[in-house]
């Protein structure tokens, strides 16, 4: 990056693994645009569905090969999954990319360059986001919290019944449940908290929410990219998946959902 290009842009960043970054952001895609918040330490990137999920990837600035954030607070609105195949459009396995932004009314910059291979330039609009949900997540207010390893909850997806609309999620006594109710009759999944699986779990007491299994159903391709997973629960019911994705050298990324649960009409 040479001196002029510092000057011109107001957030830069380059990583040689862009395939690394193309994943993460594909576990993101049940909504065609997001936005990107870069800032100092790094990039957040959000998904929300307007209603009922909102994802966020949270890439610290350690894991980029350069990176550079003149602005603290830029929100810009992009097509992700056109950004996931720029960066994934290289068939090598050694490939890098750029992606920079010069500020108003200029389009998001991105160059992918494989090792003695092609050369991919692309340019992104750029769109004003509308306000995203705030689902006021709180520590403070967190009833339940399970640590797990990621493997075990994808063994747990796979119990699911497609058939049915939704999944129930029980903090119970000595075990961590999950059910779902669909043509097949109902199918329950217990996981002992004394499972080598199982790193944490501390909760309130008894509690049971339910959630639409859509949108459960939409944390599968994080759950193969990541390695462990924090499952929180807040008095409302909201739930919040965190993921984390792990690069070497002790640098991690993080990628977390937040589901409203589907508690009308729900007795345990």
Known sequence: MSRQDENAHIFEFKKENA?????????LLFREFGVIYPYDKGLKITVDDGHCQQANAYLDSSIFTTFFCKENDLKLKVPLKTIAECLNICEGTVNSAKMSYAGFYDPMRILVEETDGPVIRAKIHVLVPEQELDFE???????????????????????????????????????????????????IVSIP?????????????P?????????????????????????RIDDRGVLCAQFTVEHGDN???????????????FTD
């Open 193 to 205: 908290t004394r499972s080598l699986q199982m790193e944490k779990m501390d909760y309130s007491g």
């Open 137 to 187: 997540f709180s520590d403070d207010n967190v009833t339940a919290t399970c640590l797990m390893k990621t493997q075990l909850l994808k063994e747990i997806f796979k119990d699911f019944d497609a058939s049915s609309r939704t999944v129930v999620i029980t903090f119970d006594p000595n075990k961590l449940e999950f059910s779902t109710n669909g043509d097949v009759g109902e199918m």
């Open 251 to 265: 640098k991690n990324s993080y990628i977390e959902f937040l589901t409203v649960p589907d508690d009308e009409n």
């Open 19 to 27: 395939k690394e970054l193309a994943h993460m952001i594909k576990t």
């Open 207 to 231: 509690i049971s929410h339910r959630y639409r299994l859509t949108l459960i159903q939409r944390m599968i391709p994080v759950i193969t990219l990541g390695t462990k997973v924090i499952l």
